[in-house]
């Protein structure tokens, strides 16, 4: 196994949408918690096969095969999606299964238009691999540097790899202090969650690397994403609120999850709620000098219901609903 690393060019576009350059007028970075330490709120949800209105091809099969969908149900998915990023208001906020850097424009421009600059998204970044159905994006108020992809190349397996999601790779910029963000989404368990599991085994292994690789920069890192694996399926690190990752070699990492409080014991509720059982896959994980001083999945909006927070699933047929999954959320420290 092996995995690669690709740099890229960040473009200019509306807002300076993905410009990786400038001042702080997008955003500012908290000092209250901590003397000298920076502090972010972070998003991430993952949005559920947020397509466009066009067809490419590549699109699952019920928007191909549906008649309802189109540029009003497009356009009526990015209302609800930008109406949550308003108000959810996170420095940051990261996504999961958007198809295109298009639809990354696009909710840019769904946002344009707030009156507090500092409540303005100035900066963004999106990946996905060719062929892909769907990739990976942020959205930020604070600027984002050096942003890198990191991939899997698979050839000793018996089956052809599958499409994977790269690994995205971007640093916060706060002043003299940076958060270097890696952005996942992970197998899904179709298919089978035993046959699946070898390839969430090695995007596991490009996380560990990257995290110990930056570890030994002395960076502050936050991981975060779709692992399509429970908390519960990590291995569970020394700390009562840690877990472990493993490199191909073998090499351990811990890290902090939040999604166990000072007693080991699980937050209620979880991210995804499937066949009427509460999973955790949505995750975010801090090391080196980065600290997750609050965090839990974000139930208390018109995308869950009221009483059971079960998040209330986009369905292509009727044009109703934003996600499968619960937005979740942290503030993190980092100096």
């Avoid at 690669?4 to 997008?26: D, E, M, P, R, Y």
């Avoid at 918690?33 to 590549?58: H, M, P, Y």
Wanted: a negative charge; proline letters at 3%.
């Amino acid at each position: 196994m092996k995995y690669f690393t690709k740099a890229f060019i960040f473009l200019t576009a509306v807002l300076a949408f993905f410009s990786c350059s400038g001042g702080n007028i997008g955003g500012e970075c908290n000092r209250q918690k901590t003397e000298n330490a920076a502090s972010l709120r972070i998003v991430n949800w993952n949005v559920q096969t947020f397509f466009d209105a066009q067809c490419d091809g590549s699109e699952y099969s019920e928007f191909i095969k549906s008649r309802r969908w189109g540029e009003e149900p497009y356009k009526e998915r990015l209302r609800r999606l930008c109406s949550v990023i308003r108000e959810l208001d996170a420095d940051v906020f990261v996504m999961e299964e958007l198809e295109s850097a298009s639809v990354m424009h696009d909710i840019s421009n769904f946002l344009a238009g707030e009156w507090n600059v500092k409540k303005q998204y100035l900066y963004g970044c999106y990946a996905k691999n060719e062929g892909s159905a769907i990739g990976c994006g942020v959205l930020s108020r604070i600027p984002l540097e050096n942003m890198r992809v990191h991939n899997l190349d698979v050839r000793s397996e018996s089956e052809e790899m599958p499409r994977l999601r790269p690994l995205i790779e971007v640093s916060v910029v706060c002043g003299n202090s940076a958060l270097v963000l890696l952005v996942n989404h992970w197998k899904s368990k179709s298919g089978g969650a035993e046959v699946t599991e070898k390839w969430r085994v090695r995007e596991e292994c490009v996380l560990a690397e990257r995290i110990c690789a930056l570890l030994e920069q002395d960076a502050c890192v936050l991981a975060l994403g779709d692992f399509n694996r429970d908390i519960l399926e990590f291995e569970q690190g020394s700390a009562a609120a840690g877990v472990s990752l493993r490199t191909n070699s073998g090499r351990v990492v811990q890290i902090q999850s939040p999604w166990f409080d000072e007693d080991g014991l699980l937050l209620e509720p979880g991210s995804y709620f499937f066949r009427d059982e509460w999973s955790r896959i949505d995750n975010m994980f801090a090391a080196g000098g980065a600290r997750i001083v609050s965090f839990g999945a974000e139930c208390s909006g018109p995308w869950c219901e009221e009483i059971t927070f079960v998040p209330k699933k986009y369905t292509v047929w009727n044009g109703e609903g934003y996600s499968d999954h619960l937005p979740v959320s942290c503030e993190v420290e980092f100096y």
